[in-house]
């Protein structure tokens, strides 16, 4: 009996959406356990010359809108409609803005294969006031499937010419449907880990723009990489205690993978929070973010602010502001309540506390 | 009874070693349990104008020949008699090149006080290869003194200034002692704290220089942040991976310490190492870094590609090699066995072993 084939679908064409379907096409062409066609529902628009996206990219290979000049893989067929792009996949990628993702996943519901698996590149959940919406969390409650993420120091346009660069894959328990991810997207110049600890990746690649934002502050106010790479260090040890505080499985090894410190050392060198951030410093917080995105973005918004505003709101509803001296300060920079300069200016209160049984203990 | 005030000698006079003598003495002044002069070992020199050094340093607060323009404190006194230096101090902080320790210790064995406390801030130690020299056990055992050590991102010019940094203590049994030394060091702008892991700490001050030669040739092939990002993280898990094989007792948790991350952060965005390391690669490997360094370094040695080697012949003796690809390509790059490219052209050899009761268990 011949082993049954794998079947990929990519839920998502933007920037990432698209690099991330040249990976899994290199790969199922080259590997047995996949079917050769990587199916990539595409949100239908009308280009300028009249013809459809779709049309173009399967006639050229090339997602001309969101990454053009780069060849997708003859076995990459883009497909307008997205209960027929997924209806025989087994294993489901899902790669969209994470404003769409409830709105996609409500239309999903009963229109997946029983058996699919899962894994979400989405970056940027919301943080409500009782914790994170896990986009992971999102899509395993909507469609009853277990859900893998991968996250990392991806950018797309840099890994889309085949830049070395690393990701993580964070999964839950199953660590061969976490091996079957790594093999699908890992290739000789993006190299994949598997992790188990699905929340710890995830928060990662929302929480490491905060950071970004107090790195961008630095920079606005020339303090030199001394002092960035002082609040870098800060801000991932604030990253991994929040996450730890709110998920107590989350491992602290995590933030040695690519998700943790190369994805938040990306995120601080380059990147459109350090970007925004660094004009905000440069004019003394004069200028409101609002104002900078408008005229630094072209309507893009910036994640890292609004992540900010929701951080503060869990850490003061629990009551561990203090305990978050960086999080708590790059939000009230944000509002205005405090100048750039505050962002060297708090005393160190590194969090005071262990976790014992799930619950916290201050000291 | 007056509890004893502890009195502090710094050894060296260096660009660092009159940072640390600044932050040292604006603390004696402030803090009552220790004397408030600070006394300064320095290398007599003749200025161009005809004066010593000492004499200028004890008469303009200033250090005019290594930090010009920054007032140490008037608690400061330049002496240039090491064994007068240090007769009465029970605190003392050698901050002198790797290279003159040895025959410093030499000199002091029998001058210092019988229950002196010694604290290194000197980076780069030999690596021989039955292992590392660390100059913290140079200095205990020569001297007789617990030795603890002082790393982190700490660029002196920028402390100088007072830009605000952070510096980890590591200590090997006592935490009082460790206290101590913070509360010498720690200032608004410099945050001090402390760690059991002597070890760690120390190791991280020096194969740092071989992660930055590494970052610097991607830098030099204009790879991107995103490849710079992978490297990096590779090259802490390679200084995480082998400080562990050769002292059992280091800790994961030290290399998320200033030392660790932030140090690794700022040596890969400035320093001399990333910037020969750069030239290297644009040059394709054609230039040797003999050359770069005397037309770019004004006579300074790379650390780097010292360490690179030394490593690689610890690597080499103990049958390493294959576990530490990052480590072992970065100095066949340095001889030009391999060219620049291969930086990120190695697959991963994630370190498969596992340290049982202090042996190596691969698998």
Same mark, same amino acid.
């Given at each position: 009996m011949t082993p049954v084939k794998s079947r990929v679908t990519v839920v998502g064409s933007g920037n990432w959406g698209s690099v991330a379907a040249k990976l899994i096409a290199s790969n199922t062409l080259r590997l047995n356990s996949f079917h050769d066609e990587v199916r990539m529902w595409v949100y239908e628009e009308k280009l300028p010359t009249g013809e459809k996206l779709t049309q173009v990219i399967n006639r050229t290979n090339e997602n001309v809108k969101y990454l053009p000049g780069v060849? *997708?893989?003859?076995?990459?067929?883009?497909?307008?409609?997205l209960e027929n792009a997924v209806k025989n996949a087994n294993m489901l990628v899902f790669v969209t803005p994470h404003q769409f993702m409830e709105g996609i996943c409500k239309r999903l519901v009963g229109k997946i294969m029983p058996n699919a698996e899962a894994i979400s590149l989405i970056k940027g959940m919301e943080v409500k006031r009782e914790g994170p919406c896990m986009i992971s969390?999102?899509?395993?409650?909507?469609?009853?499937?277990?859900?893998?993420v991968l996250m990392g120091a991806n950018i797309a346009n840099e890994i889309a010419v085949e830049k070395f660069s690393e990701a993580t894959v964070g999964y839950r328990k199953d660590k061969q449907t976490a091996d079957q991810w790594v093999h699908l997207f890992n290739t000789s110049y993006f190299m994949v880990s598997a992790v188990q600890d699905v929340e710890g990746v995830e928060l990662?690649?929302?929480?490491?723009?905060?950071?970004? *934002?107090?790195?961008g502050f630095v920079d606005g106010l020339d303090m030199g990489n001394n002092t960035?790479?002082?609040?870098?260090?800060? #801000?991932?040890?604030?990253?991994?205690?929040?996450?730890?505080?709110?998920?107590?499985?989350?491992?602290?090894?995590? +933030? +040695? $993978? @690519?998700? #943790?410190?190369?994805?938040?050392?990306?995120?601080? *060198?380059?990147?459109?929070?350090?970007?925004c951030a660094e004009a905000f410093a440069r004019n003394g917080g004069k200028r409101? +973010?609002?104002?900078?995105?408008? $005229?630094?973005?072209?309507?893009?918004?910036?994640? #890292?602010?609004?992540?900010?505003? $929701?951080?503060?709101?869990?850490? @003061?509803?629990?009551?561990?502001?203090?305990? +978050?001296?960086?999080?708590?300060t790059v939000h009230e920079i944000c509002i205005g309540h405090l100048p750039p300069t505050a962002i060297v200016k708090y005393r160190e209160q590194p969090p005071k506390f262990s976790i014992v049984e799930g619950s916290i203990q201050l000291f």
């Open positions: 060849k *997708l893989g003859k076995n990459v067929v883009a497909d307008p409609d969390s999102l899509i395993s409650d909507h469609l009853g499937v277990n859900c893998c990662c690649g929302t929480l490491k723009n905060v950071v970004a *934002l107090a790195a960035k790479a002082a609040i870098m260090r800060i #801000g991932l040890r604030e990253m991994k205690a929040i996450s730890k505080l709110l998920f107590p499985t989350v491992k602290d090894s995590t +933030f +040695f $993978e @690519s998700c #943790g410190v190369a994805d938040l050392i990306t995120t601080c *060198l380059g990147g459109r929070n350090r970007k409101s +973010f609002d104002e900078l995105e408008a $005229e630094m973005l072209q309507g893009q918004k910036l994640q #890292g602010v609004s992540t900010a505003k $929701e951080v503060y709101e869990v850490l @003061s509803h629990r009551k561990w502001l203090e305990l +978050f001296p960086l999080f708590s």
